[in-house]
């Protein structure tokens, strides 16, 4: 979890002498490099700083308790608790393409069965037959079955369908459905993830929809992901490729921007790297 950390821009902070206003400057400017966005940084700041004055702090290096105990607070205002209970669960998971969507199930996938649930991927973003081979290739990996479209082109609605009678019939525990990420054409897109919620809904309730974010894009993948924000129902957000520290604060800047928990965070590139999101470990992360 050290990879989350600010790096030395905190390190180097914490060993001045004096608290001074170049360290609340210093400070500032670490926290927007690392994308935790104006709002976030603005708020983190003002509240440490009222408090540390509060308590007459004199050294840099006694502010890093106080800095993770605010960023905690933050980022404990949403609960990122999945919601899992219902049998079948069936979880969507949305996002534009080349965010990591596709190895991110397969390490949902894998991240579930070590936790004992049983699982089955659908393999609903049918327009890209790459797509369902590459998540084919990592419900393999992760040991779980994988419903695929029998033609191609076929309804991605209906692959939704299958994949949660599936589950029905073999008393599996939760239902992964992969969906397009196409971005050219909104309204359809967006028409396309409603009538998978229609007519999976026939069936089951949808316990969760997860809006995948590259932390590497920034406020960039955010700004191209408002159409499902806006329109598909996020009910939570996962947040990939936080193996650098440079884009940490990416998770606070996102989560104060949209209003919606973290969920799971994607750390490296094998299919284990991905965990549950928790508030004290990372705000302890962030700051050491």
Do not use: C
């Amino acid at each position: 979890m050290a990879s989350w950390s600010l790096g030395k821009a905190l390190r180097s902070l914490w060993q001045k002498e004096t608290l001074d206003e170049s360290t609340w400057e210093d400070l500032d400017d670490a926290l927007l490099l690392a994308d935790a966005g104006p709002d976030a940084t603005e708020e983190l700041i003002s509240g440490t700083r009222e408090e540390a004055e509060r308590i007459g702090l004199t050294k840099p290096s006694e502010v890093k308790d106080l800095l993770a105990e605010r960023i905690e607070a933050l980022l404990a205002e949403h609960d990122p608790t999945l919601r899992l209970t219902d049998r079948p669960a069936v979880v969507l998971i949305v996002g534009v393409n080349g965010v990591g969507k596709t190895t991110t199930i397969g390490k949902f996938a894998r991240f579930l069965t070590k936790a004992g649930r049983s699982v089955v991927i659908g393999a609903a973003d049918t327009f890209r037959a790459a797509a369902v081979d590459q998540l084919a290739h990592w419900a393999e990996r992760a040991g779980v079955d994988i419903v695929r479209p029998e033609t191609d082109g076929q309804d991605p609605a209906s692959v939704a369908y299958q994949a949660v009678a599936k589950a029905q019939e073999e008393n599996i525990d939760i239902v992964l459905i992969d969906t397009a990420g196409r971005l050219h054409t909104k309204t359809g897109l967006m028409d396309e993830l409603e009538k998978i919620r229609r007519v999976v809904e026939k069936l089951q309730p949808v316990s969760e929809v997860l809006l995948v974010l590259d932390a590497t894009t920034g406020q960039n993948g955010v700004t191209q992901a408002e159409a499902f924000l806006e329109q598909a129902g996020v009910t939570g957000l996962v947040i990939t490729k936080l193996d650098g520290s440079a884009k940490a604060g990416f998770v606070l800047g996102v989560q104060k921007s949209t209003g919606l928990p973290v969920k799971l965070i994607g750390d490296g590139e094998s299919i284990d790297d991905l965990r549950g999101f928790s508030a004290p470990s990372f705000a302890k992360a962030l700051v050491d």
